[in-house]
């Protein structure tokens, strides 16, 4: 009987962990998560230069792009080989790759402004978009592989008057290791210098990613994305929700009968 009340226990506390993750992951909204079965961006210059493309997602299969459109520069500070940016290449499926070659120094930069059809950023391109909705207050980025430690500047506009920005850290990502997920807090961007006021959350007209392949001058940087997303405040990784809760139930569940045989043992 005692195995068998912890059984139960324990399977209404995994139904229950499963639903609470299954609304956490029906909540998020897609900034890009970069799939599909088309090859969308690929960039690349032997040149100190910039170039650029841009992506429009007409109905892609798998695809979600906010606004619908995707611009992507690649800069090159440094003369030597060659760097190169792809999203959804070959084997690459599902990944947006930044990769320079040894000592190659340079920038990777998103930019998400609707289908304006220009690589001008336009800062209401998205025309309002409320990332607040849901209770949203958490930017996610999600990144697989990452061989040095590096900088990613987020900039957010609600116009060209109100824009807010937030520099994070991204570290060394193993290959094989699980996937390392930034979050950043709506409440953590810093009104940008010159800015007549900080980016309002619930009216966003555009969002860009500027990444520093420079690494102090070393250069080199093989850096992928895959999702790019907002949500609620972190949770825990349903596996390790999961391992909590059910190790809180087996001891509840153990103590409730320890109880009921202790009340038996003195009637």
């Not at 070959?90 to 304006?116: C, E, H, I, P, W």
């Not at 990452?146 to 987020?154: F, G, R, V």
Request: with cysteine.
């Amino acid at each position: 009987m005692r195995i068998q009340h912890i059984f139960n226990g324990l399977k209404s506390v995994c139904a229950f962990a499963l639903l609470l993750n299954a609304a956490a992951l029906a909540s998020a909204r897609t900034v890009d998560n970069f799939d599909g079965d088309v090859l969308q961006q690929q960039l690349e210059t032997t040149a100190m230069e910039s170039v650029t493309g841009s992506f429009f997602n007409a109905g892609t299969p798998g695809l979600t792009i906010v606004g619908d459109a995707r611009d992507a520069i690649l800069t090159q500070t440094s003369s030597s080989s060659s760097a190169r940016t792809t999203v959804n290449e070959g084997a690459m499926t599902g990944v947006y790759d930044l990769s320079f070659r040894t000592l190659v120094t340079g920038k990777g930069q998103l930019q998400y402004d609707g289908n304006d059809g220009s690589m001008d950023l336009d800062p209401e391109g998205l025309g309002g978009i409320n990332f607040k909705e849901d209770d949203h207050s958490t930017l996610y980025v999600h990144v697989p592989f990452n061989d040095h430690e590096t900088q990613m500047k987020i900039t957010v506009w609600t116009d060209a008057d109100n824009i807010s920005e937030f520099t994070a850290t991204i570290p060394v990502v193993a290959m094989g290791n699980p996937t390392h997920v930034e979050s950043v807090a709506f409440a953590d961007f810093m009104q940008q210098a010159g800015a007549s006021g900080p980016a309002d959350f619930s009216d966003v007209g555009a969002l860009q990613f500027d990444i520093d392949g420079d690494i102090g001058g070393m250069g080199g940087l093989d850096l992928w994305l895959d999702l790019i997303e907002t949500g609620a405040s972190a949770v825990p990784e349903p596996s390790s929700g999961v391992s909590l809760l059910l190790g809180g139930l087996v001891l509840v569940s153990c103590g409730s009968y320890r109880a009921r045989r202790k009340r038996a043992a003195l009637r």
